[in-house]
C-alpha cells in the first residue's frame, strides 16, 4: 500500500465482523465473504493514503483501524450488508522486505545521531544543569566525554569533544528535527 508521504508499506491486518441481519446478508448481496474482504481493502488502502509511513508503523496504528472500521462500516451499510464490523486489527505493518534493511540502518543512525546530541542538549538546558555552585566551573564532563556550555545567542550550544589528542577543538551542535 502507499502511504500519503510516497512510501510503500505491507500491512497485515484482520477485520472482525458479525452478521447483523441474515436475510439482507443472504440475499443482497452475490459474494458476502468476498465483497467484505474487498470493502476492507479499499477502506484500508483509503485510510493508509492519508497517513504518513511513520504513524503507519507506529502510534498511528490505533487510529488507522478506527478510522477503517467506520469507512467500512459505511460502506457496508449503503450496500445493505447485513453486516456490523466489531473492529479491524493491524497485526503488522513494516516497510516492504527489499528496503526493510535499509529502513532499520536509517532508523538506527537517526536514533544514534539523537544519542550523541543529546547529552549536551541536557547540559545546556537550565532545568537539567541544577544544582551548580556559585563559581563552579561552567562547562561540565558527562559520561560519554562531551562537554556543553550554553554560549550560543541563538539558543544552540557549543559542543565540546574532550580528547586525549586535542582538548580545545569546539564545535557548533545541530539540534535534530523532532
Given at each position: 500500500m502507499l502511504t500519503g508521504?510516497?512510501?510503500?508499506?505491507?500491512?497485515?491486518?484482520?477485520?472482525r465482523w458479525n452478521i447483523r441481519d441474515p436475510e439482507l446478508y443472504l440475499f443482497q448481496l452475490a459474494q458476502p465473504d468476498e465483497t467484505i474482504r474487498e470493502v476492507a481493502e479499499s477502506a484500508m488502502r483509503a485510510v493508509v493514503a492519508t497517513?504518513?509511513?511513520?504513524?503507519?508503523?507506529?502510534?498511528?496504528?490505533?487510529e488507522i483501524e478506527r478510522r477503517v472500521t467506520v469507512a467500512m462500516?459505511?460502506?457496508?451499510?449503503?450496500?445493505?450488508a447485513g453486516v456490523t464490523v466489531q473492529g479491524v486489527a493491524i497485526r503488522q505493518a513494516d516497510p516492504p522486505q527489499a528496503?526493510?534493511?535499509?529502513?532499520?540502518e536509517v532508523t538506527a543512525a537517526q536514533q544514534q545521531a539523537q544519542s550523541w546530541h543529546q547529552p549536551g542538549q541536557?547540559?545546556?538546558?537550565?532545568?537539567?544543569?541544577?544544582?551548580?555552585?556559585?563559581g563552579a566551573r561552567r562547562s561540565t564532563r558527562s559520561t560519554n566525554n562531551t562537554a556543553c556550555r550554553p554560549t550560543s545567542p541563538a539558543g544552540g550550544c557549543i559542543t565540546r569533544r574532550w580528547s586525549r589528542s586535542c582538548r580545545t577543538s569546539t564545535r557548533r551542535s545541530s539540534r535534530l528535527p523532532a
Open positions: 508521504d510516497q512510501n510503500i508499506i505491507d500491512i497485515a491486518y484482520s477485520v497517513v504518513s509511513l511513520d504513524q503507519a508503523i507506529g502510534e498511528g496504528r490505533g462500516q459505511g460502506i457496508l451499510d449503503a450496500y445493505r528496503v526493510n534493511e535499509a529502513f532499520k541536557c547540559l545546556c538546558d537550565p532545568a537539567h544543569r541544577g544544582g551548580r555552585r556559585r
